[in-house]
């Protein structure tokens, strides 16, 4: 009997205290993990591993990366134990090829993973493993490499990926009612339309939204992860966004999931 693929994921996953929260954006991430198909493995794709060339993570057991400082004691007790997966890392390596794909046995998972995946499978029981972001390569590049991935989902592996489709930290406000600038909703409203329409060329040159790109993606890596899950989409999935909004006046918590039946929201 044939099996649905696997759905593919991108969450916004702003900032790192969302793994210790509990608000709509965390919920609706529980929610994900209740109602999506069980994975055999998890491929996740972060902003916070950028790398020159493209590496993958091959340890047996992944250590709870803490790569952010100025947080309270108790994020830093946060350990999110799931099992890597060697053998799949050797799998993808094979099939990106001729591309040139590093083993790398240390990297774990950083808090752009664990502080989602604490929310979506508390029991850390899915073995999960990293692909890094080649910070050298053009935005083709990643959303190429998201369609030779694509394989993936028909063997029982959730290709996740986590950034924010906004993130300008030098724009940050705090405050308990904030105003999010015209530039920020513009492009997250840009992209969200973009992703309903099937339209994967105006998220490849983000860029050519002018001044409203520029401020909401000052820096490529959190917005990249977002290629991936669009280049190992299909014209046959449904499209659905679990969660959105902006938080802290640039931070978009848009999250996508591509999946041949609705799962969620």
């Known amino acids: 009997m ?5 759905p593919t994921l991108f969450i916004g996953h702003g900032s790192p205290m969302n793994a210790l929260e509990d608000n ?11 109602q999506l198909p069980k994975p055999r493995a998890i491929l996740a794709i972060s902003a916070h591993w950028y790398t020159r060339g493209t590496e993958i993570a091959a340890a047996e057991k992944p250590a709870t990366l803490h790569d952010f ?25 094979e099939l990106l090829q001729p591309l040139n794909v590093e083993l790398d046995d240390n990297w774990g998972l950083d808090h752009g993973i664990w502080s989602v995946l604490m929310h979506m499978y508390p029991q850390a029981g899915i073995p999960t493993l990293q692909l890094s972001i080649d910070a050298t390569k053009p935005a ?8 030779q991935l694509r394989p993936l989902r028909d063997r029982g592996v959730l290709i996740l990926a986590s950034g924010n489709v906004v993130h300008n930290l030098a724009q ?17 409203a840009l992209i969200r339309d973009a992703l309903a329409r099937g339209d994967h060329r105006s998220l490849i040159h983000y860029q050519l939204a002018g001044h409203d790109a520029r401020l909401a993606v000052p820096t490529p890596e959190h917005f990249l992860p977002l290629l991936y899950v669009a280049g190992a ?33």
């Open 69 to 93: 400082h100025g947080f309270p004691p108790a994020l830093y007790e946060c350990d999110y134990p799931a099992p890597g997966a060697p053998d799949l890392a050797r799998e993808i390596q």
């Open 140 to 147: 083709e590049f990643h959303y190429e490499l998201g369609r």
């Open 24 to 34: 709509a954006h965390t919920r609706a991430w529980c929610r994900l993990g209740e």
């Open 172 to 188: 940050v406000t705090w405050g308990e009612r904030v105003a999010v600038p015209a530039w920020a909703e513009n492009f997250n």
């Open 2 to 6: 044939s099996q649905q693929p696997m």
């Open 233 to 265: 989409s299909s014209e046959k999935d449904n499209v659905t966004f679990p969660t959105d909004g902006i938080e802290l006046g640039t931070i978009s918590m848009l999250s996508v999931m591509f999946a041949r039946q609705t799962a969620t929201q």
